[in-house]
């Protein structure tokens, strides 16, 4: 997919002009651009600081004059002139042509500067292949602007560049404005609305005109990092012939970038180094940036490698991490784990960056870096690469900036024509949106990646905001090893056969300036040697050292489901931590409605009232920080949540600004509490959910939850869960804490708000892979929370929570059960009367979730006293020891009927069918009591949802109909 613009047939033919037509120096918008510069001239603290700071800028060019005179408001002069007319007086004066010719010459190089500024990346020689002509931008010509050959040694005032001459003639001008934004880097910045930013690009780019002036010791050093690159691709193309690695081959330059990237990083100041990359390059980056030994590369390719997971993964999306040495001390490298899902891994890996920075109390990001390596088409394709650079300004999401470099090989996968290949002029016009800038670099010109990597560095450093390194080169081979390219690119792949390739080309070059014809021979036989002993020319490798703030997983690992953990607390601890946060400073002052909410809840710390599910959670929260166990809660809505029951941020109804009078009574638990995290996220769910996965990957003593508006909406990050959360463990090594709220019942609200989509959950459910409850009261959330940080297990935990439960009395709980107890798997019958006689129930519903409370008003009503109900909490793991002792109460029962609010499509009831008939005895038999199946989670007519409500719920007590499993 071609990197080279491709101008649309329709597109307007001068792209400046369009720029003109929109830009606020053209256009309709003059007449407010003059009268604002009116009333700057009669008071510059009149208008806006970016517009003084403009202005103030234009009082520095010379007058037509050639003078220094400042500028006078004008509109005295005009009225002067028009009340001359009005008298008769009028007499008029022209300039001299001379005067007036050079006034207007002096304008059209202001706007020949601006045009190089602007569109100058599109005349840079970006492609290895030289494949596209040069578009035609009259803009950059000095004949549109009037300028002759007679022009040429005319001198200008060139004080606004940083070409280090306060005036320079019209060819040294254009030759400069070419060879800093013509050359093999290409730079757009100037979309961006700080003017300390785009004077900074312009300083850094025209004052070297974009050239380097690398040491030979830098040059060689290159060299010898191109030649690592090709080395390892070429030895393995020859020794794993036919093998699946994804190969690098005419992108070499990248391994130079990220070279670069990790020692000047180093000398910065940065410990840590996070990186996200998809598979094109990665067993490279794997040897020649991470250090990994080649010898175990080559065991797995050959087999022979530990295979100690359930599942694994190729090689090719492993992960790694090691220290190594830079001239600013030792840093950290990590390179995720990723899926073939292209892109997703970004806002895992600033979820990671973020967890690390928040250990280190490094807010800025000035010790930690996100590093995410894109492809040409996945950038500008890939959904989530715009949801992830919509997290990077916010508040809950900042990570500093990221430094992006994309391995554009102008094809992407197999698109034959690049016109299919996307709607943008760049493959990274997709960033403009944050304003990060971008600068595209041939990547046959080694020293302009290095050089443009620094820069990029730099700017990260200095701005804290993201930033772009495109850099353009070429796929030798195909997608993959056993794909045939020419098949759809039969012209580009005639001219890639041609080409001798990169590390040739810089060889030849240093060999031309003196370093030795032989240099580059030389360097292939010192790598293929070293390869072929299973070792690396280049070792930076820290093999002894350990930062104080690596995280020990040790705790964490060899756990199991059942292991206890004591998740009740003391009497006199409950009713501390419930004073505290049931208290409002007087300096705030609350909505009535959240008062209420709050004075009830001092109510139900006091033990006067039942607890109900939202103080449940506060005081799971509560209890968690006070022992020192951070929380992190993110989602949308979630510091009031999606119904209004939790109300862990109070809003201070006469505040005067908006970014005031907050007050969070989770944070003023204790002195020493653990920071207590809560955080209103963007409207995303992909992006967010796997931020907080990649959060909790690197911080296991934290509760990091995130919660969904509705759990039907969870689906939007399907990829996550499937890719990372399901079977990150399995194919990985991974182990993962994170926990998923997500709001599910059948209440009549249609189908998209009805599920969670259960059966998802527990179809991606085995290998003890993750837990999945559906509580359903406020003491079984409070202990399930409790139970995810105080037990060393940290296994993804999903919970169904409810939305009519979250008022519903029958659902609190007494402050008992959150003094003692634990969180109880599976709850048995707890009505006196049908325990007293259970020899004498003929039948056992069992259920989850809120239909429990449907069935139990039914049974009521109907004076079924020879039904027991069973509610399963926990539905993976299966609890078959609890679930096996509740059945045995019952050694009469001739019926065990599932029941449930979903479709029997849907729900639990195909993955727990099985493992009820498991537990049953000989003779009885099991029936289902449900929505019959359907295409849809729910229903959007009221009645019908109505009907099929009471149909289940009286089915669950009726006579058997359907499927009937017999043991």
Excluded at 201 to 229: G, M, V
Excluded at 456 to 482: P, S, T, W, Y
Aim: one cysteine or more.
């Amino acid at each position: 997919m071609s990197s080279i613009p491709q101008t649309p047939a329709s597109a307007a033919p001068s792209v400046y002009s369009a720029y003109q037509g929109n830009t606020y120096l053209f256009g309709g918008n003059a007449p407010y651009v003059e009268e604002m510069y009116e009333n700057y001239l009669a008071n510059p603290g009149s208008v806006p600081d970016t517009w003084r700071e403009y202005f103030d800028a234009l009082q520095h060019v010379p007058a037509v004059d050639g003078t220094n005179a400042k500028d006078v408001p004008h509109l005295p002069v005009v009225n002067a002139f028009a009340e001359l007319a009005k008298q008769g007086q009028t007499r008029v004066v022209v300039a001299s042509g001379a005067d007036s010719e050079m006034g207007r010459k002096r304008t059209a190089v202001q706007q020949l500067i601006a045009a190089y500024r602007n569109v100058g990346a599109r005349w840079a020689d970006l492609d290895p292949l030289k494949r596209a002509e040069r578009d035609k931008i009259p803009e950059l010509e000095p004949s549109f602007y009037g300028f002759t050959d007679a022009d040429q040694e005319t001198v200008f005032n060139t004080s606004n560049t940083f070409f280090g001459k306060e005036s320079m003639s019209l060819r040294e001008l254009i030759n400069a404005l070419r060879e800093t934004y013509c050359g093999t880097i290409g730079a757009e910045y100037m979309y961006a609305t700080d003017q300390n930013q785009k004077r900074w690009w312009q300083q850094k780019l025209e004052s070297i005109r974009s050239k380097p002036n690398f040491t030979k010791e830098k040059k060689l050093h290159i060299l010898d990092r191109l030649t690592a690159a090709e080395g390892l691709e070429r030895f393995l193309h020859t020794k794993y012939v036919g093998q699946k690695r994804f190969s690098l081959e005419g992108g070499e330059s990248f391994i130079a970038s990220m070279d670069e990237l990790i020692q000047q990083g180093g000398i910065k100041g940065l410990q840590e180094i996070v990186i996200g990359m998809a598979h094109r390059g990665r067993l490279n980056v794997l040897v020649n940036s991470l250090g990994k030994v080649p010898a175990d590369l080559f065991a797995e390719f050959e087999h022979t490698a530990p295979e100690d997971l359930p599942s694994g993964d190729v090689k090719y999306h492993q992960g790694f991490s090691s220290d190594v040495t830079t001239p600013g001390g030792p840093v950290h490298l990590t390179l995720a784990f990723n899926p073939s899902h292209l892109e997703i891994v970004n806002p895992v890996v600033e979820g990671s960056v973020r967890a690390r920075m928040d250990r280190r109390a490094d807010p800025q990001g000035m010790q930690v870096l996100p590093v995410l390596v894109h492809g040409d088409a996945a950038f500008a394709g890939q959904g989530v690469v715009m949801e992830t650079l919509a997290l990077a300004e916010t508040r809950g999401y900042y990570t500093g900036g990221t430094v992006h470099i994309v391995i554009n090989n102008q094809i992407g996968f197999t698109t034959s024509d690049p016109r299919d290949s996307r709607s943008t002029l760049y493959c990274s016009d997709v960033v403009k949106m944050i304003e990060a800038p971008v600068l595209h670099v041939n990547g046959d010109d080694p020293e302009a990646v290095v050089l443009a990597t620094q820069l990029a560095l730099e700017f990260r450093m200095e701005f804290h905001k993201d930033v772009v390194v495109d850099i353009i080169c070429f796929r030798k081979l195909g997608h993959n090893e056993q794909d045939t390219p020419a098949l759809t690119q039969p012209l580009m792949y005639k001219k890639i056969a041609q080409h001798p390739g990169t590390r040739k080309l810089y060889a030849d070059k240093l060999a031309a300036q003196g370093f030795g014809e032989t240099l580059g021979d030389d360097m292939v036989k010192a790598t293929r040697a070293a390869l072929d002993a299973g070792k690396s020319t280049f070792d930076p490798v820290l093999t002894n050292f350990k930062s104080k703030y690596a995280v020990d997983w040790a705790p964490y690992l060899g756990k199991k489901w059942t292991d206890a953990g004591d998740t009740a607390i003391p009497t006199a601890e409950w009713k501390r931590l419930a004073e505290k946060i049931s208290t409002i400073p007087n300096t705030v002052t609350p909505h009535q409605l959240v008062k209420k909410v709050y004075d009830d809840r001092a109510a139900m710390g006091r033990g006067d009232i039942p607890v109900d599910w939202g103080m449940g959670e506060h005081m799971a929260f509560a209890s968690l920080v006070a022992s020192g166990y951070p929380v992190r809660l993110s989602g949308e809505d979630c510091g009031r949540g999606t119904f209004t029951h939790r109300h862990a941020v109070i809003h201070d109804q006469n505040r005067e600004k908006f970014d005031t009078g907050t007050y969070v009574p989770l944070q003023n638990v204790a002195d020493n509490q653990a920071p207590f995290v809560v955080i209103d996220s963007i409207l995303s769910e992909e992006a967010v959910l796997a931020f907080e996965y990649g959060y909790a990957s690197n911080d296991p003593n934290t509760l990091v939850i995130w919660e969904a508006q509705f759990g039907d909406f969870a689906n939007g990050a399907q990829v996550v869960i499937d890719q990372f959360i399901a079977s990150g463990e399995v194919k990985w090594g991974r182990v993962n804490g994170i926990t998923l709220m997500l709001p599910h019942g059948y209440e009549g609200q249609g189908p998209e708000h009805s599920s969670a989509r259960l059966e998802r959950f527990m179809q991606l459910s085995a290998d003890t892979n993750m837990q999945v409850v559906q509580p359903t009261t406020a003491s079984q959330i409070f202990h399930v929370l409790r139970r995810q940080m105080v037990r060393n297990l940290r296994k993804p935990l999903v919970i169904m929570t409810p939305k009519s439960l979250l008022r519903n009395k029958d659902a609190t709980s007494p402050l008992s059960e959150f003094t003692k107890g634990s969180f109880q798997t599976v709850i048995g019958e707890n009505k006196e009367e049908i325990l007293k006689k259970a020899d004498k129930v003929k039948r056992v519903v069992v259920c989850s979730g809120k239909v429990y409370y449907d069935l139990v008003k039914k049974r009521e009503e109907k004076g079924h006293d020879d039904v027991a109900i069973l509610r399963v909490e926990q539905l993976y793991p299966f609890p078959h020891k609890a679930f096996a002792t509740e059945l045995k109460k019952y050694p009469n029962a001739t019926d065990i009927v599932w029941c449930q609010d979903e479709p029997q499509n849907q729900g639990a009831w195909f993955f727990v069918q099985h493992y009820i008939h498991e537990n049953m005895l000989e003779g009885q038999k099991l029936g289902y009591s449900g929505r019959a199946a359907s295409a849809s989670p729910a229903v959007g007519y009221s009645h019908l949802h109505q009907e099929q409500q009471k149909a289940l719920v009286d089915g669950a007590f009726g006579k058997l109909k359907g499927f009937v499993l017999t043991k």
